[in-house]
Antibody, heavy 123, light 107 residues
Framework: EVQLVESGGGLVQPGRSLRLSCAAS????????MHWVRQAPGKGLEWVSG????????GYADSVKGRFTISRDNAKNSLYLQMNSLRAEDTALYYC????????????????WGQGTLVTVSS | EIVLTQSPGTLSLSPGERATLSCRAS???????LAWYQQKPGQAPRLLIY???SRATGIPDRFSGSGSGTDFTLTISRLEPEDFAVYYC????????FGGGTKVEIK
């Protein structure tokens, strides 16, 4: 059974940093690209960032480019999101999501999602 | 960036009725790289349809997707009580963007 478990969320002041983690199990982690998708309270979904299976291809939404950094550790079956210079508008539930296509050039669709970790940016 | 516009914003229907949800793209979505998701309150999104018309694993056949280019449709042939939720479309032909969602509520 595929499981994605996010952690690292919390309350942080504007301008500060936070690092999110996602622990993956139940599939061959280094076969798939992985992504972060966020959802502000009461709002829709926004793709934040994605990383290919070998970290060779990385993409970001314009809203986070230059502030957020995605990375992965295939030996630990883990995905990360380093978030710097946080803003109030970054407040959201952050989901880790598995790409639906093995290999290839992501992003594709997202076939498994974690339950999310909440990031609140406020003074 | 490809902008996806979903309509209507809210659809009020009764169990057993047919639901038709629209997703329109600001430019053509290459290779029909369009997916649909269902999200219930307090839950993560669930993949329903990918490639515009392929059902994901375990999705009942009352869900179907169609369309190409800039116009896509999700149809639920007969609404079951568990189908009342918010539905999002996503394009992945050029980076990835989501539509604003359509809420299907009980009339």
């Amino acid at each position: 059974e595929v499981q994605l478990v996010e952690s690292g969320g919390g309350l942080v002041q504007p301008g500060r940093s936070l690092r999110l983690s996602c622990a993956a199990s139940g599939f061959t982690f280094d076969d798939y690209a992985m992504h972060w998708v966020r959802q502000a309270p009461g709002k829709g979904l926004e793709w934040v960032s994605g990383i290919s299976w070998n970290s060779g291809s990385i993409g970001y939404a314009d809203s986070v480019k230059g502030r957020f950094t995605i990375s992965r550790d295939n030996a630990k079956n883990s995905l990360y999101l380093q978030m710097n210079s946080l803003r109030a508008e970054d407040t959201a539930l952050y989901y880790c999501a598995k790409d639906g296509v093995s290999g290839g050039s992501p992003p594709y669709y997202f076939d498994y999602w974690g339950q999310g970790t909440l990031v609140t940016v406020s003074s | 960036e490809i902008v996806l516009t979903q309509s209507p914003g809210t659809l009020s229907l009764s169990p057993g009725e047919r639901a038709t949800l629209s997703c329109r793209a600001s430019q053509s979505v290459s290779s029909s790289y369009l997916a649909w998701y269902q999200q219930k309150p307090g839950q993560a999104p669930r993949l329903l349809i990918y490639g515009a018309s392929s059902r994901a694993t375990g999705i009942p056949d009352r869900f179907s997707g169609s369309g190409s280019g800039t116009d896509f449709t999700l149809t639920i042939s007969r609404l079951e009580p568990e189908d009342f939720a918010v539905y999002y479309c996503q394009q992945y032909g050029s980076s990835s963007t989501f539509g604003g969602g359509t809420k299907v509520e009980i009339k």
